[in-house]
């Protein structure tokens, strides 16, 4: 069944891919992101696509989007919450203006775009949130802590979530690949640390030229990942968390076995912390 589906982040990397992918599956799609132009010549003209500016850091933005979203098409099914960047560093070279920075696109972003659309999907009493975390938000990675820290965030964020909008028929995804082809660790989309400190420059010099070995070499591709997507979009019961890529899902379920092993560990220190006794 064709769906509406709202796109941030259409301009490149993976959002391109998703709104190929859906306008492709007979969705109507509204693409969205700072340069709307490059998305129309990505994407082309098509009565079932809307493309608009949006700077998900703007709540005004995101308002005036989700009005015209509803005009044109008449309701919002899904929501796709893709736009991100990605802030590297070690943590003390990474100014407090730059971490709140990271914040604000990949954590505050979301919440902006979804507190708009929100207001449709509970008149509707139906709508799926789809929100792209990484596997940084379960794991925390040397030179990631900005980076980290947002997903970190976007995770707690979903999860809540998750309770509010359940009783108004509103399903909720968190998406967690591992490495993609995207157009993360491209210059528009990656920002190195913004000062420097002697006993970190070895280390940030050999770490920084790692990252950008990386970039359009990564294993994952993301036209496939965007196709599942599509797939997940389209179940009755979309499921709560769905990792993504080779390198992912190993990575979370030793992680999932490591955090249960530490409260093992925890218990097995002997501190009488019992508060029924």
């Known amino acids: 069944m064709s769906k509406v589906i709202f796109i941030t982040g259409a301009g490149r990397g993976l959002g391109p ?3 190929r992918q ?4 007979g969705h109507r799609v509204i693409a969205t992101g700072r340069r709307p132009g490059k998305i129309s010549e990505l994407l082309g003209e098509s009565g079932n ?3 608009a500016a949006l700077d998900i850091t703007n709540p005004d933005d995101a308002e005036t989007v989700t009005a015209a979203a ?3 098409f008449g309701r919002i099914d899904v929501l796709v919450n893709n736009a991100s960047t990605f802030q ?3 943590f003390e070279e990474i100014s407090p203006e730059a971490m709140r920075r990271q914040l604000e696109t ?3 972003g979301p919440m902006n775009v979804t507190r708009a659309v929100l207001p449709q999907m509970r008149r509707q009493r139906s709508g799926h949130v789809l929100t792209i975390s990484s596997t940084a938000g379960m794991i925390g ?4 802590a900005a980076y980290a820290s947002s997903k970190f965030g976007v995770e707690g964020w979903m999860e809540s979530l998750r309770f509010d909008l359940e009783p108004f028929g509103i399903t909720t995804t968190i998406v967690e690949p591992g490495f993609f082809r995207t157009e993360l660790l491209e210059e528009a989309s990656t920002t190195w640390a913004d000062t420097s400190i002697a006993d970190y420059a070895a280390r940030t010099s050999e770490t920084k030229a790692g990252w950008q070995s990386m970039n359009g070499r990564q294993a994952g591709d993301p036209a496939k990942l965007a196709k599942a997507l599509i797939q997940v979009i389209g179940l009755d019961e979309p499921p709560l968390r769905f990792v993504a890529g080779a390198d992912a899902i190993p990575a979370i379920i030793a992680k999932g076995r490591e955090i249960s092993q530490q409260a093992e560990d925890s218990r097995a220190l002997g501190f009488d ?3 029924n006794n």
């Open 17 to 19: 891919a998703i709104a």
């Open 106 to 108: 990949n954590l505050f």
């Open 22 to 25: 859906a306008l492709d599956a």
């Open 88 to 90: 590297a560093g070690f």
């Open 49 to 51: 696509l809307l493309v």
């Open 70 to 72: 509803v005009a044109k």
């Open 273 to 275: 912390l019992n508060f």
């Open 141 to 144: 990675q040397e030179f990631c």
